[in-house]
Each structure stands twice: as structure tokens, then as C-alpha cells.
């Protein structure tokens, strides 16, 4: 069964720019979400999305949007880039173990986006 | 809303000795539980998780973890670590409950490195 697919895995922007990165969810996973991790801040939630649907949002600002196909691909958009957007994006799938209700993660290698 | 303290940043340990890794939460609620590694340049992988029934959790690699309840802790053990084993550890939790239970909350991370 092949992994969650992050792409692209690298890039560098400018200040000002705007960035789309891509997540295809292990098949049969209808929960994508997506985290972002700095050396500072640590491992935070942007958000999640199930049937094309947002079903939750962390507390990031406007400029971070995101949308789901109907095929369970997501992909997640910053706009107007600022120096601190510079991170690992990790996208993870998950199915819900139904018993428990519990979202059980399986995470992607990331895109690792730089901003200059 | 929960939050996860893991009281060591580093953890040094010769190969083939034991190894315990704490991770403490605060939440209102009850919570799942979850320990993730990430390799150098890699996602998140699932260790271990523990939703429900008995608090010794065995995980992959030779990792276990006890959740204790009372001491709202959910430390991760190995008797015996190797090399391989070098990596950052993340302690995980989220609410049982509906809606924005289902983002995870993660500690800060424990970078664990095995001596030769």
C-alpha cells in the first residue's frame, strides 16, 4: 500500500510570493490534515479536511487555505510569503478507528519551503 | 484545550543500554495518546498509541509506553536501544470528544541520541 505523497519535497520562494503544495492521501483515507513545523514553534495544526469538507482550522491567519478533491487529494496554499512561513509542511492521512473514534495519523515526508 | 511537556530535549544513552523518554499532558478531558519518530529528512512515523484497555502499550522497534493516569503521564521505554534508534521522538495527544478533538497536540520533541 504506497505512504502519503507530499510534493513538491523542496522549494524556495521569495518574500511575497505564494506557494501550493500537494498531498495524496494513503488510498481509502478520507481525512487529510496538515501540520507545520518550525524549529521554534514545534509541531502545529493548519487544518483538516474529510469529504471535501474543512472540518477544522488551527490558528493560523488567512493567508494559509486549503482544499480537498474528491479523490481525498488535498492541497494547501500560503499566499503572500513572510520570512517566518519558512517550514516543513507534513501532510497526513488517516482513517478513524471506529471503535475508539480516534483520528490515527499516517504522515507524508513533508515539503521542506524556504523563504528568502 | 491539552498540552504536552516532554521534560527532556536530549537524551544521550550508550547503545544497548535502557532508555525512558517522559512525556507529561494537561487536558480536561480524557485523551488518546500517541508517541511518533522522525528520522533526519523524514515524516512522522507511528511508534505506539494508546486509546483504550490496558496501559502497557507495546509499539514498533521495541518501544513501550505506560499510560498512568493519575500522574497524567505516558512515558516511552526500550530496554535496550540501538544506533538506529538516533532520532526525535514526539509525544502526542487529543481529546475524546468530537469536533476539534480530533487535531493532535504535540510536545516538543526528545532528540535521542545512541552512543556507540
Known amino acids: 500500500k504506497a505512504g502519503v505523497t507530499q510534493t513538491p519535497r523542496y522549494l524556495i520562494k521569495t518574500r511575497g510570493q505564494q506557494v501550493t503544495l500537494s498531498c495524496s492521501p494513503i488510498?481509502?483515507?478520507?481525512?487529510v490534515s496538515w501540520y507545520q513545523q518550525t524549529p521554534g514553534q514545534g509541531l502545529q495544526f493548519l487544518f483538516e479536511?474529510?469529504?471535501?469538507?474543512?472540518?477544522n482550522k488551527g490558528n493560523f491567519p488567512g493567508r494559509f487555505s486549503g482544499r480537498q478533491f474528491s479523490n481525498s487529494r488535498s492541497e494547501m496554499n500560503v499566499s503572500t510569503l513572510e520570512l517566518g512561513d519558512s517550514a516543513l509542511y507534513l501532510c497526513?492521512?488517516?482513517?478513524?478507528?471506529?471503535?475508539?473514534?480516534?483520528?490515527?495519523?499516517?504522515f507524508g515526508a513533508g515539503s521542506r519551503l524556504t523563504v528568502l | 484545550a491539552q498540552s504536552v511537556t516532554q521534560l527532556d530535549s536530549q537524551v544521550p544513552v550508550f547503545e544497548e543500554a535502557p532508555v525512558e523518554l517522559r512525556c507529561n499532558y494537561s487536558?480536561?478531558?480524557?485523551?488518546?495518546l500517541f508517541w511518533y519518530v522522525q528520522y533526519p529528512n523524514q515524516g512522522l512515523q507511528l511508534l505506539l498509541k494508546?486509546?483504550?484497555?490496558?496501559?502497557l502499550v507495546k509499539g514498533i522497534n521495541g518501544f513501550e509506553a505506560e499510560f498512568n493516569k493519575s500522574q497524567t503521564s505516558f512515558h516511552l521505554r526500550k530496554p535496550s536501544v540501538h544506533i538506529s534508534d538516533t532520532a526525535e521522538y514526539f509525544c502526542?495527544?487529543?481529546?475524546?470528544?468530537?469536533?476539534?478533538?480530533?487535531?493532535?497536540?504535540f510536545g516538543s520533541g526528545t532528540q535521542l541520541t545512541v552512543l556507540p
Open positions: 488510498s481509502g483515507h478520507r481525512s
Open positions: 494508546y486509546l483504550s484497555g490496558s496501559t
Open positions: 479536511y474529510f469529504s471535501e469538507t474543512q472540518r
Open positions: 497526513a492521512s488517516s482513517f478513524t478507528e471506529l471503535r475508539h473514534g480516534a483520528n490515527v495519523l499516517t
Open positions: 502526542a495527544v487529543s481529546a475524546i470528544s468530537s469536533g476539534s478533538a480530533r487535531q493532535l497536540t
Open positions: 487536558s480536561s478531558v480524557s485523551v488518546y
